[in-house]
Structure formats: C-alpha cells, structure tokens
C-alpha cells in the first residue's frame, strides 16, 4: 500500500448508480464499463448490495442461497494502492456472509494482474476459465473461496 489514506465504506442503493458508474468507466477498460441504468437495476434485485468507498472505488455483490459472487469491483486509478480494494472486498465478504453466503465467487481478467494479486492474497482460487469472457475476447479466470463462518446476531436467545 503506498499510503495510509482513510478508507470509508458506505452503502450504496440504485440511487447512487451514477457514481457507482462513473467510477466503474474510469477503471475499467474500455468497452467493459456497467452503465448507471445497469447499475441501479442491479441494485434492485434481491440479493444484490453494494458499497461506495468515498476515496474511488465501488463493489456490487449477489447473494443467493449460500453462494454470493462479486459482480464488480472497482478503484478509480488515482485512488489505487492505498488498501481500497482490500478493504471493498473485505467488507463484501463479510455482508454476504452475514447474508448467509459460505462460498463467494468471482470473473477477473486474466491479463489482470493486479486484481489477481488482490484476490490471491485474500484467499480466492483458481476455480474455471471462461474463453473470451471481455468485450476485448481476453478470457476470464473464475476464482473462489469459502468465507468464514460470521454470525451477527446480538441478541441472545433463549
């Protein structure tokens, strides 16, 4: 990480898909960018949350059953290599195990070699290959891993 900037996590509803967008363009290669309308009605569906990091950067996740999967994450390029996506993914991982979630899966690009490393040193695993998954024919790695069991219930039960 090159700095130790503050990172802040919040919520994020179809309300906010023009920023969830905006960021989205401005990290991903051209041509694979998700539109604000695709966004908000990702938002939308059941199971599907997000989180807006204030500094640039985005996740959408999908929660079905005891499976989630991320749909995207992203970190504007000015705001990369200061934890972000760490932190994105972290918390993704969390809410959807508290969601019930006991597996989490995602696509990266293959050529991708930072998102990767991210994944690698959080835990995920080489898991399929998709051919010519991006709009730019570059194939997609699906990788995977099991989250820990997190419960958040506070209340006592009797």
Known sequence: MAGAAAI??????????????????????AGEAWSAES??????????????EAGGGMVLARVAADQAEILALAVAPGARRAGRGAALLAEA??????????QMFLEVAEGNAAARALYARAGYRPLGRRRAYYANGEDALVLGKA??????????IV
């Open 8 to 29: 802040s996590l919040m919520p994020a509803t179809p309300v906010a898909a023009a920023a969830l967008a905006a960021l989205h363009a401005a990290a991903m290669p």
């Open 39 to 52: 966004i908000a009605t990702e938002l939308g569906l059941p199971g599907v949350f997000g989180l807006l």
């Open 93 to 102: 991982e969390r809410r959807a195990a508290g969601r019930g979630a006991r």
């Open 147 to 156: 989250l820990a069991e997190t419960t958040f219930c506070e209340a006592t």
